[in-house]
């Protein structure tokens, strides 16, 4: 099953990492090459270096700060074999970069991406349909992958036009590839049976030519300008740094490599691929959530750790002139979750006998205590499970559940803001 192992040196300046990984490798019982770049190329192309010289039909990408286990190569290799059109990523545990402790990571999580185009992990729900298969061996479909590791066919990684090499050596790669591989009839999936631990450095070991910013963000222009078609223009109206670099990237040739493999549009992309998104629709509500009164509006606590899903009471905060991300609410009018970025809802965990129950932000998890109403004419948000309205306590900036009596502190205004 393996035919070789390759080490792609970027150029590196540690001493160990030359004569003697040479001499290392070479009394290994497995065919080990070591691909030497003379000159810094970054992670996008030093992957192609190798991806042009593996001689095996499958492509197996892996950082260099992983762990593999036993039985992790198999059930990522069978899935390819059997479709060369799946693109197919390990369940990541992780390694402590601190004691290098070994850390299994939760299962049912899928990667995605928030509005700030950056990767995230989100949990499935008790009420999807992934929690209850019967076989839990089974892979399953991911909107997006993490990048660092996954398995493809040779042939179709070039086929379907690699890394797009005017990116620049870390980021946004893994959108993009995510992007083009399910809008151009292929597919990501990550396989339970494949762990694979990875290295989680708090800070990046290497530096970026140009700046962090001018390559990130040029990086994932790159993807909006391509992949997004619309979405692109609402990445680029509230991300002032990635706009910023938009008139700088030559895009041509991917834009033909789209229309040669005659690919989906992204909002393909976001109906069929990622049906429950959090991102702006033509036929949903996007925008603020104003307390008539007060003239304040609801605004998601900030996250904290690592899964960056903000949880906590919803407050109000005084409107921003102009608006920004952590005001902005999807809602499809009149009854639908009340969603923001990083796939988080209003929600009201313990409605029971409390008397004023209080709002909180958590996960989206489609459950019924998640649903609203709106009343427009009235400009009542009445909570569906409980039929009670969304409230201002006055004793403090809470957001809490009341009797709706149409008092002047349950009532708010959906304020559109437009998203592109």
Request: proline share 5%; net charge neutral.
């Amino acid at each position: 099953m393996l035919q070789e192992i390759l080490l792609v040196d970027d150029a590196s300046t540690r001493e160990f990492l030359k004569a003697p990984l040479d001499e290392y490798i070479s009394k290994l019982s497995v065919p080990v090459r070591t691909i030497r770049s003379p000159t810094r190329v970054g992670l996008i192309k030093a992957r192609l270096l190798g991806a042009r010289q593996a001689q095996g039909e499958i492509l197996v990408f892996l950082d260099a700060h992983c762990e593999c286990t036993l039985g992790w190569l198999e059930s990522l290799v069978a899935r390819v074999a059997e479709d060369r059109t799946r693109v197919v990523c390990p369940v990541i545990d992780i390694i402590s970069d601190v004691t290098f402790a070994y850390v299994r990571s939760f299962e049912l999580h899928w990667g995605a991406f928030n509005w700030e185009l950056h990767f995230r992990w989100y949990t499935y729900g008790s009420s999807d349909a992934i929690v209850k298969r019967k076989d839990l061996t089974e892979p399953f479909k991911t909107p997006a992958m993490a990048g660092g590791l996954f398995a493809i066919d040779k042939a179709y990684f070039f086929h379907i036009g690699a890394y797009d090499e005017q990116m620049q050596v870390w980021g946004g790669e893994n959108l993009e590839l995510s992007f083009r591989v399910w809008q151009c009839g292929g597919s990501v999936e990550i396989a339970p049976c494949s762990h694979v631990a990875h290295l989680f450095r708090k800070a990046s070991p290497y530096t970026f030519p140009g700046g962090v910013s001018e390559v990130l963000y040029g990086n994932l222009a790159r993807v909006a300008l391509v992949w997004m078609d619309e979405w692109g223009e609402f990445y680029f109206k509230f991300n002032p740094e990635a706009e910023k670099q938009r008139d700088k990237q030559q895009v041509h040739s991917r834009l033909e490599l789209r229309k040669q493999l005659k690919c989906h549009s992204f909002k393909w992309y976001l109906t069929h691929v990622w049906p429950n998104h959090f991102l702006p629709m033509d036929d949903k509500f996007f925008g603020r959530i104003r307390h008539v009164a007060t003239q304040k509006c609801i605004e998601k606590p900030l996250a904290k750790g690592s899964m960056n899903q903000a949880s906590g009471p919803a407050s109000l905060q005084s409107c921003t002139h102009v608006p920004i991300l952590t005001q902005m609410f999807v809602m499809k009018l009149p009854t639908d979750l009340i969603a923001t970025d990083e796939s988080v809802c209003l929600d009201v965990p313990e409605v029971g006998n409390d008397i004023s129950p209080r709002v909180r932000i958590l996960a989206c998890s489609g459950f019924e205590r998640q649903r609203w109403t709106y009343d427009k004419e009235n400009q009542e948000l009445r909570h569906v499970e409980s039929k009670l309205c969304l409230d201002l306590s006055p004793k403090q900036n809470m957001l809490v559940l009341n009797s709706c009596t149409g008092y002047p502190s349950q009532r708010w205004d959906f304020e559109s803001v437009p998203w592109k």
